[in-house]
């Protein structure tokens, strides 16, 4: 019973000591708020342009609609990993971010599953651009399956390489070479990330419209 009570204890202390990006993605409602708010904009936008368009995307997707998503921070929140690393006094690195995609534990971004479920109800095809490495597809795969949001019609474009960058992927998409040449083109219409580089264009005017930024305070560049 002691060592059960001097468990939780620790736990809390340590709960108490993260930086406080750590503790405002993990405990903040303002953080939640913002997820939910990013996703819900996302869905009204396409609702308005498939009304406009006039046709109804339940029946096949005739425009070729999709949208690339990044994964980390996007879909997946890895922020037990952050807790991982502040514990142990470590900063980010390769392998233990290996370890960590291989035990399949990411949680939900909150609002991920109601945006994705929207899409597949509507038949709008999801890419998902990551720069998780493409070894660790099946991981990331099977972590996606854990949280109920996987599906076989789902394109994964993961990192193959250092050079093996986010434009070089967003590009085979438009033109419909390298891994994406068995498939027919598509009509990007949303990008959904939580960097700038998840993005095609570096307009802020874009944010809002076709464009869905993620807070994420715990890493990055700035």
Not at 62 to 83: C, F, G, K, R
Not at 174 to 184: A, I, P, Q, V
């Amino acid at each position: 019973m002691r060592t059960i009570i001097y468990i939780i204890f620790l736990s809390l202390v340590l709960n108490d000591t993260l930086p406080n990006d750590v503790r405002w993605v993990r405990e903040s409602i303002e953080y939640k708020a913002l997820c939910h708010q990013v996703y819900n904009q996302a869905i009204e936008k396409l609702r308005k342009k498939i009304r406009h368009n006039n046709f109804s995307l339940n029946i096949n997707n005739e425009n070729n609609y999709a949208v690339i998503m990044d994964l980390d921070e996007t879909v997946l929140d890895n922020s037990d990993y952050q807790v991982n690393l502040f514990n142990k006094g470590e900063s980010f690195n390769m392998k233990s971010w290996a370890k960590w995609v291989e035990k399949e534990e990411a949680r939900l971004v909150p609002g991920a599953k109601k945006y994705i479920n929207f899409l597949r109800r509507n038949n709008i095809q999801i890419i998902f651009i990551s720069n998780r490495m493409d070894e660790r597809l099946k991981s990331t795969k099977n972590n996606m399956k854990k949280l109920d949001i996987y599906s076989n019609d789902d394109i994964y474009l993961l990192r193959k390489d250092k050079e093996d960058k986010k434009t070089i992927r967003r590009e085979e998409v438009f033109n419909s070479t390298g891994r994406m040449e068995n498939f027919d083109s598509f009509r990007v219409v949303q990008y959904l990330g939580d960097a700038m580089g998840d993005f095609k264009a570096k307009k802020y005017i874009r944010f809002g419209i076709d464009q869905f930024i993620f807070p994420n305070p715990m890493y990055g560049k700035w």
